[in-house]
DNA sequence: CTGTTAGCGCGTTCAC
DNA sequence: GTGAACGCGCTAACAG
């Protein structure tokens, strides 16, 4: 069923029925009522694909997350889907699975549907996105980290001053024998900015790095609770645990109470993200807070803007920082 | 750029461009390998809206979930996502939100964009969606459940016959004051089913019901937090507390740690869904095991199935139940 | 193996 | 307020 035949048998044009499906267009109230009336009993529903070769407009946009698996991409591409729906677009959602190659190919086969912008998070790019997404000619934010070389727009924070801060917070309290366990193959990824921002904190405070590495990204509860193993083996004197993210920290903080270790008095633990989990779990787990919600919605409001700018010439980049700062509680918490 | 402008550049026509993109199509090798050394070089990037009009394929499929942040629904996607994959085909996420009248919405911007199957995770549905569906002449997948009328295929399994599968587990443990906590505004979800069984299990042991709600779906842990509180001022004599999911049932287990309760001495709880939380959390907690991911790949299966079918006729309705077992472990684990 | 013709179903643009 | 002609960029179907 096509316009031609809700038109034929309204004795109209084709071209009435599409304006009266557009609410600003000019038509007769009755006319229109009419057609949505047919267009209700027919159920019809307007082959979107033509409207959008006619009209050069997709109607949607395109984000890049490494995981859905993950409470905070998912909040984020929450907000972002509210923000953009308010501009009466739709968001397809892409899954790179921690790869860059796999990260290229979305980014290859979505750009082949038009959207008419693209949120990345951040991470090491494969080089050959860059000249695809320039010649796309649409607005590009990446999200979640504040890359050294932006492609366009950012909206995020630095992960590496994040989790400094935190470690610095925490050798203020008087922890020395802290241990850092992160994702293996973690080159050029956000997981790689903290471990990075770990060992300048240590640094800092006169201390060398401990290092100890599980699994691949993400890094799991299950990561969580073999990697205590690993950082026993490796670092025996270890005082507190700092993971990448704070479901491994869960992981950690169970099996320490496997084994029968209260946490933190026999090992704190910290963790990275500020998850549901580390203010339900007991004891609560110190970590880093990151508005997930907060970076869809900026980034959803500067694809706004982009879209009201181009009229004219395109928006000068936007670097928008958000907060991500330390938060202490129980898991770290001993009396000394 | 358009294909035309690569076919001059190479003093062919554009359909040989457009062949030479397919990789079953006959080309001489030779001109494949210069359209495509050009494509390389200009960056051309094809418009599948155009092609997808001409061709009258879409390339992709849409499958509408209540929530992404929730770990068996992001797996089940990844599976299907792979699945669809191998035959060529693009997944395109819906979140609903847990809310019908979004997926009405959904399906039919959706069916807009003409997806070449649809999968919906079964709930209550807006009516109005069928005949929508129906005109649409797509697979249509109900995941998730076995719901009573079926709108074609299924893979799932009956949420109530598994709930009460694990609640008579429970009463065969010796348990008897169970009380039910599950989410209020859950008519016709999965939810209610669950709370369904519980009921008849409870009946059938000649136990009478003890329900508590708390919070719209989907269940977290902060409602499971404060839904401790709940279950006690409503039934004091509480043995163990039935979640209607993983998450919910960890909330449950944080309020008792907090108050210096051992679970499951004091009060025992139970999950269902045996997320990741369930097996690493301590004590590790009684659950129904969905594999999440063969409920993504089987619904994948039948959508390429329904492929082969439609060049004779459209594949039967097939209904493909999955494992849901009852998994006792520590939570409720108490010695008598 | 390659080219030509003719749409796919809409929206833009103009005319009325 | 409404209609007609045209084209968006690609591919099916046929011809060669």
Partial sequence: MRMQDIARRLGISAMTV????????????????????????????????????????????????????NPHFSETVLAL????????????????EYDRRKEAELVRALLARKPEAIILTSDGHDPRILPMLAKAKI????????????????????????????????????????????????????????????????????????????GRPPATMSDGERGLDTVLSAFPDTELVACVSDPLAFGVIAACQRRGWVVPDRLAVSGFGDFE??????PAITTVQIDAGQIGREAGGIIGEAFDALRDLPLAPVIRPVPALPCLRASTMIAR
């Fill in 81 to 96: 889907g509210s923000a953009l729906q308010a501009r009466g677009m739709q968001l397809l959602i892409g899954n790179t």
């Fill in 139 to 214: 607005p590009v934010v990446e999200i979640w980290d504040l890359p050294a070389r932006p492609i366009q727009h950012v909206v995020g924070f630095s992960n590496r001053i994040a989790m400094r801060g935190l470690i610095a917070a925490l050798i203020a309290q008087g922890y020395s024998r802290i241990t850092y366990l992160g994702e293996a193959d973690d080159a050029d990824t956000r997981g790689a900015s903290r471990r990075l921002g770990y060992c300048e904190a240590m640094a800092a405070a006169g201390l060398g790095p401990r290092l100890c590495s599980i």
């Fill in 277 to 282: 989990i580390a203010r339900i779990g007991v």
């Fill in 18 to 69: 599409s304006r009266a499906l557009k609410s600003d267009s000019s038509v007769a109230p009755t006319t229109r009522a009419a057609v949505l009336k047919a267009i209700e009993e027919l159920g019809y529903v307007p082959n979107q694909i033509a409207g959008s070769l006619s009209s050069r407009r997709s109607g949607f946009a395109a984000v890049l997350v490494p995981s859905l698996n």
